[in-house]
């Protein structure tokens, strides 16, 4: 079986909904994204073979294939064709194991993967109105029943059965914020960020929040823990990564920065929802042949601080190695194109660090996970 490479990978600014990026189309900001990544790269955009974007709610300006579109906003050549990828949160980095697995199997050897989402214009759950996915559905309804599928009640029956409380999740909020805050201050992302006229940097972090400021949010739902403070931003944003074979990196002068050492998916409980990054990373060290020591950084989604702390709590990961540069609670969540930008933070991250191992994982509508370990070269 062929490796998969890492060539390039590059991300817009996070913007916040209604902020920089909202005036952009979808097409637009994923198209100069992508065309910035093989100008870096150096590649001729006519030698890529396919582009997979990420993309939830694909209504409006996200409709229509919007990875062919942005391809097509961008100028690049007509022969190249593009396709859409939905599994929800985690549709950006399934976009990046798609095209892995395209390398890997030898029937493609230079694909780009990535994720676009603009939250400003198609507001979240806009393609779940009105009846939403379950509604109507006798085989859910005889599994299931009619009880109430939310991520919001996800994120406090998790806090509950692993006893989180309010301060705890607040308390990992806050990290979150200052670890975002110094990595923009040190200029960590600098190398990855493409600047865009609307905006170049990331918008989210907030240097004026507080403890105490977080503790007078109420909460989400009646009774719960989970709060606006402890759960991740709406936002805006792209991002895009060159996926190569050794073919592709000898014929256009390449340099692989990380290879994709382990990919896979898994599924949990459709209710809890949340939960299933904790097995799923479990099954994917355990196939990679590496321990949770053996990785160097942790990127796991920030969707709610609850999920962060319970996966902390199974894994026994070192707080110290998970989202060094803060996650979506203070950078944002972009849904479509979060896994990608995770991957492209955990590719420089690594590089910045000089570390070999680096794992990725994310929670996912429907109760799923993607896990990828990736090794710097």
Known sequence: METAYLAAAARSAVGRRGGGLSGVHPADLAGQVIAALLDRAGVDPGAVDDVVLGCVDTLGPQSGDIARTAWLAAGLPD??????????????QQ?????????????????VAGGVQSMSRVPIGSAMRPDGPYRGSAGWAARY?????DQFRSADDIAATWDLSRAELEEWALTSHRRAIR?????????????????????????????????????LRPGGVTTA????????????????????????????????????????????????????????????????????????????ASVL???????GADPAR?????????????????????????????????GRYGLLTMCEGG???????????
């Open 95 to 111: 976009a990046v194991h798609f095209a892995a697995q395209a390398v890997m199997s030898g029937t493609a050897d230079l694909v």
């Open 367 to 377: 109760g799923q996970a993607n896990v990828t370990v990736i090794e710097r070269l």
């Open 79 to 92: 022969h190249v064709p593009g396709v859409t990828v939905d599994r929800q949160c985690g549709s950006g």
């Open 183 to 219: 990595a923009i201050d040190e200029g960590r992302f600098r190398a990855e960020i493409v600047p865009l006229p609307e905006t170049g940097a990331d918008e989210g972090p907030r240097r004026d929040t507080t403890a105490a400021r977080m503790a007078g949010l109420p909460p």
């Open 309 to 315: 702390l319970a996966w902390l709590r199974e894994t």
């Open 145 to 149: 029943g009619d009880q109430e599928i």
């Open 229 to 304: 403070a402890t759960s991740s931003q709406l936002a805006d944003g792209a991002a895009a990564l060159l996926v190569a074979s050794a073919r592709a990196l000898h014929e256009h002068g390449l340099r692989p920065r990380a290879a994709i050492r382990h990919l896979s998916a898994r599924g949990g409980d459709p209710v809890l929802m949340l939960t299933a990054p904790i097995e799923a990373t479990a099954h994917a060290l355990a196939r990679a042949g590496l321990g949770v020591a053996d990785i160097d950084r942790f990127e796991v989604n920030e969707a709610f």
């Open 322 to 354: 998970v989202n060094v540069n803060g996650g979506a609670i203070a950078l944002g969540h972009p849904l479509g194109a979060t896994g990608a930008r995770l991957m492209t933070g955990l590719l420089h991250e690594l590089e910045r660090c000089g």
